[in-house]
Antibody, heavy 124, light 103 residues
């Protein structure tokens, strides 16, 4: 069974940093591109970043470019999101997600498996 | 950048109703559109991809269609489990979401 489990969320002050982790199981992480998607309270979904299966291709949304860094450790079946210079507007639930096998691209055409999400709150 | 405009933002309907949600792209997107269902406190669930391909395990009352740059998610007969928020997606861009609530 495919499972994605995020961790690392919490309360952080503006300007601070946080590192999210996503543990993958039930499939070979090294075969898939992966994405982070976030959802601010009461708002819609926002794609944040994607990384190719090898880590060689990476894309970011303009809203996080230069502040967030996506990475992966296929040997540990883990995906990461390093978030620096956090702003109030980064407050959201952050999901890691996987595309279907036939749509396995870095900026996803669809996402068929999602984690349960981890809440990041940026506040004074 | 391609913009995705989803409407309506809220839709009130009754069990058994036929409901439609629209997502309009600012330019041709070659039918690269996905639809998701999301319930409160839960992750989104993929319903449809490539505008009209039903994801495995999704009930057949859900369907997707396209006409140029306008895309429609239709639920043929609304069931109690279908009251939720629906999102469209074109690659790195999501629509604003449509909440389907009980009339």
């Amino acid at each position: 069974e495919v499972q994605l489990l995020e961790s690392g969320g919490g309360l952080v002050q503006p300007g601070g940093s946080l590192r999210l982790s996503c543990a993958a199981s039930g499939f070979s992480l090294s075969s898939y591109a992966m994405s982070w998607v976030r959802q601010a309270p009461g708002k819609g979904l926002e794609w944040v970043s994607g990384i190719s299966n090898s880590g060689g291709n990476i894309y970011y949304a303009d809203s996080v470019k230069g502040r967030f860094t996506i990475s992966r450790d296929n040997s540990q079946s883990r995906l990461y999101l390093q978030m620096d210079s956090l702003r109030l507007e980064d407050t959201a639930v952050y999901y890691c997600a996987r595309p279907p096998p036939r749509l396995n691209v870095v900026v996803p055409a669809a996402l068929d498996y999602w984690g349960q999400g981890t809440l990041v709150t940026v506040s004074t | 950048d391609i913009q995705m405009t989803q409407s309506p933002s809220t839709l009130s309907a009754s069990v058994g109703d036929r409901v439609s949600i629209t997502c309009r792209a600012s330019q041709d997107i070659n039918n690269w559109l996905a639809w998701y269902q999301q319930k409160p406190g839960k992750a989104p669930k993929l319903l449809i991809y490539k505008a009209s391909t039903l994801e495995s395990g999704v009930p057949s009352r859900f369907s997707g269609s396209a006409s140029g740059t306008e895309f429609t998610l239709t639920i043929s007969s609304l069931q109690p489990d279908d009251f939720a928020t629906y999102h469209c997606q074109h690659f790195g861009t999501f629509g604003q979401g449509t909440k389907v609530e009980i009339k």
